[in-house]
Nanobody, 123 residues
Framework: VQLQASGGGLVQAGGSLRLSCAAS????????MAWFRQAPGKEREFVAA???????YHADSVKGRFAISRDNAKNTVYLQMNSLKPEDTAVYYC??????????????????WGQGTLVTVSS
């Protein structure tokens, strides 16, 4: 499975961006799909995830501002980001997988990762 993320860029605080991540290869609608991010000097952290049955999970820091969705026909996961803050600045990574025994919030659940797309929010 290969993942291609896009949609990052520079935006002012309060603005919006929509990230996309297209999967190709041996994809499956039964995979969970997620977004993580890594800010400069920090560890990678969970942002949002969506299960095969469309149940969604969002980190507390983005609840009410970000929304994850997926289009199984296009093998694509999206992250709509609104009311962006400077602290949202990070490289955003998409991930897919279904490794049993790990929380959907855990990096270990995901078998495949995209290359990352940079989001910069200016104050």
């Amino acid at each position: 499975v290969q993942l291609q993320a896009s949609g990052g860029g520079l935006v002012q605080a309060g603005g919006s961006l929509r990230l996309s991540c297209a999967a190709s290869g041996r994809t499956s609608s039964s995979y969970d799909m997620a977004w993580f991010r890594q800010a400069p000097g920090k560890e990678r952290e969970f942002v949002a995830a969506i299960r095969w049955n469309d149940n969604t999970y969002h980190a507390d820091s983005v609840k009410g501002r970000f929304a994850i969705s997926r289009d199984n026909a296009k093998n694509t996961v999206y992250l709509q980001m609104n009311s962006l803050k400077p602290e949202d600045t990070a490289v955003y990574y998409c991930a897919v997988g279904s490794s049993g025994g790990f929380s959907i919030l855990s990096e270990k659940r995901y078998n495949y990762w995209g290359q990352g797309t940079l989001v910069t929010v200016s104050s």
